[in-house]
């Protein structure tokens, strides 16, 4: 009878391990959430609030504040609910991988945009963008709803939270995606960079910024999901260890990226061509920049960046 029961035990033993070190990755993402907002709530009411509405902020807004509503939920309902049984946690865990996705997505819109503006809105980036963006989500959505179908959890009323035993390795092809995206989106920005760069010799200060937080993103983005693929792959258990902290940090880089931009656009008394068309794409233009600054009524056009260093 001890014999049968002592595998029963271990398999507890892990999964309580495993909890534990779920509940320290929620803590730490809420204190990584909490603490950049404080950091960079001034610069939000001066560049984003205080801006008309439009599409950008709104899924700015949504992006930003969306963790705020899906790190509770999940530190809540998946780390202190009283007896949880197994349909309670999958359908909470559920709701909140779904929001997560969402959540994700917008923010990737953000450098989806991001991409496009520093390109001069060319229609051939856009429509490339928007094709990669839409398989993206499918393949994305698909996998998370396997996933979640896939999930068990031991009952345990005596204990707090829910105790997942087991689930698909399919949530690798989510960071797998992520990390494709983010490579597409840092390749096309370096090469426009490179090209203004080869024809003008120097690059304007938005190019900078934009370089700055593309590289520097790009690499704690990376090596967090190239961490979750290594989990995923060898600890199917631990799934989701790294799942909240990504989710936190992928939302407070694309938001202090677009603070960056709005704030450098707001410094340039008398924009480049480059700065501006960046702005109005972003839908952030300086409002002191005047509608004849530059015509971008044809999105197919391409800009040519004028030269800083030419003498009259």
């Not at 999964?15 to 909490?34: D, E, K, P, W």
């Not at 015509?295 to 030419?310: G, I, K, M, N």
Request: aromatic fraction near 12%.
């Amino acid at each position: 009878m001890a014999t049968s029961q002592t595998p029963v035990i271990e398999e507890l033993i892990v999964a309580g391990y495993n909890m534990q070190l779920v509940r320290y990755m929620g803590a730490v993402s809420a204190a990584i959430l909490i603490y950049d907002y404080l950091l960079t709530f001034r610069r939000e009411l001066k560049y984003i609030w205080h801006s008309p509405w439009t599409l950008v902020k709104v899924i700015y807004i949504c992006s930003r504040y969306m963790p705020f509503v899906d790190t509770p939920l999940a530190i809540v309902f998946r780390d202190f609910l009283v007896g949880s049984g197994g349909r309670t946690c999958r359908t909470m865990l559920g709701l909140v991988s779904w929001l997560y996705v969402v959540g994700m997505t917008l923010t990737e819109l953000i450098l989806v945009i991001r991409t496009w503006a520093v390109w001069g809105r060319n229609r051939w980036i856009a429509l490339t963008l928007f094709v990669h963006s839409v398989a993206s989500f499918v393949a994305v959505s698909y996998s998370t709803s396997q996933y979640v179908k896939s999930l068990q959890f031991a009952v345990m009323p005596q204990f707090h939270g829910c105790f997942g035993i087991a689930a698909s390795s399919i949530l690798l092809v989510n960071w797998a995606l992520f990390m494709v995206m983010e490579s597409i989106y840092l390749s096309l920005m370096l090469a426009n960079i490179y090209i203004v760069y080869k024809q003008h010799h120097n690059i304007t200060d938005l190019y900078r910024v934009l370089l700055h937080d593309g590289v520097t993103y790009f690499a704690i983005l990376f090596i967090l999901s190239a961490l979750n693929l290594i989990i995923v792959t060898t600890r199917t258990d631990l799934s989701s260890l790294l799942a909240t902290p990504v989710r936190v940090i992928h939302s407070v880089l694309a938001a202090r990226m677009l603070l960056h931009i709005r704030e450098m656009g707001s410094r340039t008394s008398q924009a480049d061509a480059f700065t501006q068309i960046t702005m109005r794409s972003m839908d952030f233009a300086p409002r002191q920049l005047p509608d004849t600054a530059l015509d971008v009524t044809d999105s197919s056009t391409a800009w040519e960046e004028p030269d800083l260093h030419a003498r009259a």
